[in-house]
C-alpha cells in the first residue's frame, strides 16, 4: 500500500486530496497542528487517517512526523496562503512557504530520497503578465505571498537537479464550498446565503474588475497526484484557461440563487447588495490570470470536469445549506 503525507491536510485541498488518494487504496497521514476532529472537512473521513502532529516552522516535529509516516509521496499543501496577510506578516509568510518546505526537502534528501515530493506553487507567481501563462511564462510577483511561493518553486527546481523528484504544480485559483472564507468567492457565496435568509447587511469588497481562473479544487487534486505518477518530475500549470471577474461572479451568483430561492429574497441587483470598500482593495493588484494547461492535458490526461456556473452553484447550494442549518430555519423553499 503506497504511503501518502499531506500538510495542510485539515484544509480545502487536503480534504479533497484526502479523499482521493483513500479511494484510490493509498494510506494517508496528515500533519496536523490541532486535533483533527475539529476540521469540518475531515468529519467523514477522519477515522481512516493516521495523523502526525507537526508544524511547518518546527524542524524536529517533521523530523518525527516524516519518521512516523515514512511516506512514499508528499504533499506540501500547508501554506500562509492569503495575499493581504503576506502584506501585514511578510517573514512569518516566508518562514511558513518557503522555510517550511526548505525544512521538508531536507528531511527528504537526508532520510528518505525516493520520496517523491509534491509543492503547491500558484498562480500568483506571475503576477501581471496580462496574457495567458504557461510553464514557460516568466515569474514576477507582486506579494510577499506570490514572492515566497517563487522562492520555493525555485527550491524545488534545485533539489530536482541534485536528484530529487520534486515539483512544483502551479495551480491556478481553485474553489468550493471548502474554501477558506476570507477568499472573494466564499465571502460571496456565504454573503448571499446569509442576505437570502434575512441579513441585509451590504457585501464589502475591493476590485471588482480583477478576473481570475476559478476552477473545482475537487477536479484541481486529481492533477497534483497525477504530476507524482509521471515518469520524469516536471512542473505543470493548471487551470481551466477561462477568466471572470469578480463582478461576474457575483452575477453568476445572483442567477443561482434565484434558481432556489423567492425573488423578493434576493438582491434586484449587484448595487443593491454589494459596496466598495477601499479597505479591500490591493497594492500590487494582479488583475487578470488565466492558464494554458495543454502540456497537463497532453503528458497528464488532465481535464476540468466543472465549469464556472457549475462551481458557483455548488458553492451556493452549500452556503444556503450551511446558514439555513446555522439559523435552524426553513425559509427558503
Ligand atoms: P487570490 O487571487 O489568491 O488573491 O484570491 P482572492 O480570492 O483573495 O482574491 C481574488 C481577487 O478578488 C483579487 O483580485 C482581489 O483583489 C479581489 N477581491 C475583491 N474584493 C475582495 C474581497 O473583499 N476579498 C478578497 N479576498 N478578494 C477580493
Request: with cysteine; glycine share 8%; aromatic share 10%.
Amino acid at each position: 500500500m503506497r504511503r501518502a503525507l499531506i500538510t495542510g491536510i485539515s484544509g480545502q485541498d487536503g480534504s479533497y486530496l484526502a479523499e482521493y488518494l483513500l479511494d484510490l487504496g493509498y494510506e494517508v497521514w496528515g500533519l496536523v497542528r490541532r486535533e483533527p476532529e475539529t476540521s469540518r472537512w475531515l468529519e467523514k473521513i477522519v477515522h481512516r487517517i493516521e495523523f502526525v502532529y507537526g508544524d511547518l516552522r518546527d524542524e524536529e516535529s517533521l523530523k518525527v512526523a516524516f519518521q512516523k509516516a515514512w511516506p512514499d509521496e508528499v504533499y506540501n499543501l500547508a501554506a500562509q496562503v492569503f495575499v493581504p496577510t503576506s502584506w501585514e506578516c511578510p517573514a512569518e509568510t516566508f518562514d511558513i512557504n518557503v522555510g517550511g518546505f526548505a525544512r521538508l526537502l531536507q528531511i527528504v534528501e537526508r532520510q528518505k530520497p525516493d520520496t517523491r515530493v509534491y509543492q503547491a506553487s500558484t498562480s500568483e507567481m506571475f503576477g501581471n503578465v496580462g496574457a495567458i501563462c504557461s510553464e514557460r511564462t516568466p515569474f514576477s510577483p507582486t506579494s510577499p505571498y506570490g514572492t515566497s511561493k517563487m522562492a520555493a518553486h525555485r527550491l524545488a527546481a534545485v533539489y530536482r537537479n541534485r536528484g530529487l523528484f520534486v515539483l512544483g504544480g502551479i495551480l491556478f485559483n481553485h474553489e468550493s464550498p471548502r474554501r477558506g472564507p476570507e477568499m472573494v468567492t466564499r465571502k460571496i457565496t456565504r454573503a448571499a446565503a446569509r442576505w437570502v435568509l434575512g441579513d441585509r447587511t451590504k457585501l464589502k469588497l475591493g476590485n471588482l474588475q480583477s478576473r481570475r481562473d476559478w476552477g473545482f479544487a475537487g477536479d484541481y487534486v486529481k492533477a497534483m497526484h497525477a504530476m507524482l505518477q509521471h515518469d520524469t518530475p516536471k512542473d505543470y500549470v493548471i487551470g481551466t484557461g477561462v477568466s471572470h471577474s469578480v463582478q461576474d461572479f457575483l452575477r453568476q451568483v445572483l442567477i443561482e440563487v434565484k434558481k432556489v430561492c423567492h425573488e423578493e429574497d434576493v438582491p434586484r441587483t449587484i448595487e443593491e447588495w454589494v459596496e466598495v470598500d477601499s479597505q479591500f482593495l490591493r497594492t500590487g493588484e494582479i488583475h487578470d490570470l488565466r492558464a494554458d494547461s495543454s502540456a497537463a492535458q497532453k503528458d497528464l490526461g488532465w481535464q476540468p470536469k466543472v465549469d464556472f456556473p457549475q462551481l458557483v452553484e455548488m458553492m451556493v447550494e452549500a452556503d444556503l445549506a450551511s446558514v439555513r442549518e446555522a439559523l435552524g430555519t426553513k425559509a427558503v423553499s
